[in-house]
């Protein structure tokens, strides 16, 4: 099968309007299933995150003319461990990641160019320590992340550690993810940036004891987050893509958004909050159009998320 060229990521610039719109369709028949099954293994941090895991699942349900399918949780690798192993091509331990995009993992990888969260990724709050909360009272803008000292911890492999240090915030880095809520308690930084469609789930982790979400501000930058596989796995990535457009099209991947984070994005109190926009200077064309989209349309979205919430 060929792999996906930029005709293809037109089309899901299309589909990414009805996502925006959040439109709901009827639901639409689905191809019968066919024999044969087959095991994928899904990075284990996006295993364990509810959301991607159901999202992928839904992906592979929507394709069942693929054949059945297995979800398996990888090792506990790094995510530059599994990009890397991705990008072998001949990797026995991942088969699917969802990570933020950029132009590096694109031009490495598959990407499947269908925000997975409808966009929420970029869009981030501080998980900090009780007794710093004083220390963002009254912050306004960027110029105050500066003059008060606020560093930000991230991965040193995410995408946002580059756009955050282009913007001129002090970041503080750890190849673990899970290191960081550590480095956090032990006053390495000030501020765990973390996207408002994980962060609900993160704070039910064992290594965020004690640690609360900061209520006044949300940082944000274009920054769209899809599903990569390997860059000579077409079939897996067409099954995805497909299975992720039909979902848009029959409505339920309007359901999973609200279903996934209609309640955290409800209680963050997102439309009280001061935003800080910052800029990702590290996009391709077709990821700058998805994520100008995503912004553009960020009202809506939040609205449609915390109806009836």
Not at 111 to 131: A, K, S, W
Not at 158 to 166: G, K, Q, V
Not at 199 to 221: N, W
Request: charged letters at 25%; glycine letters at 6%.
């Amino acid at each position: 099968m060929a792999p996906l060229n930029r005709n293809q990521r037109v089309k899901a610039r299309g589909l990414l309007g009805l996502l925006c719109a959040v439109v709901c369709l009827p639901l639409a028949a689905e191809a019968p299933v066919t024999e044969g099954s087959k095991d994928y293994t899904l990075w284990y941090r996006n295993y364990d995150n509810p959301a991607i895991y159901t999202l992928v699942e839904l992906a592979f349900k929507k394709t069942p003319e693929y054949g059945g399918f297995r979800l398996i949780r990888s090792e506990e690798l790094s995510q530059g461990r599994a990009l890397r192993e991705l990008a072998s091509n001949n990797s026995t331990l991942v088969d699917i990641a969802n990570v933020a995009t950029s132009p590096d993992r694109e031009s490495a990888l598959t990407p499947i160019p269908i925000p997975v969260d409808g966009g929420l990724l970029g869009f981030r709050v501080c998980l900090v320590l009780p007794e710093n909360l004083r220390k963002f009272h009254g912050i306004t803008g960027i110029e105050d992340l500066y003059s008060r000292n606020i560093r930000i911890g991230q991965g040193a492999h995410w995408p946002d550690t580059p756009i955050l240090e282009s913007n001129g915030v002090s970041v503080i880095t750890h190849t673990r993810y899970e290191i960081l809520f550590g480095m956090l308690k032990n006053r390495r930084f000030e501020c765990f940036a973390r996207g408002i469609s994980e962060v609900m789930f993160e704070m039910e982790r064992e290594d965020a004891k004690g640690l609360v979400i900061e209520p006044t501000l949300l940082l944000a930058y274009p920054m769209p987050s899809y599903l990569f596989v390997a860059p000579a796995d077409h079939e897996t990535a067409q099954r995805i893509q497909l299975g992720l457009e039909r979902a848009i099209r029959d409505g339920s991947f309007a359901i999973y958004l609200k279903q996934s984070f209609g309640e955290s994005v409800a209680s963050l109190n997102l439309n009280r909050r001061t935003v800080i926009a910052l800029k990702n200077p590290n996009l391709t064309d077709d990821s700058e159009y998805v994520a100008r989209r995503i912004l553009d349309n960020l009202k809506r979205r939040i609205d449609y998320l915390t109806d009836d919430q």
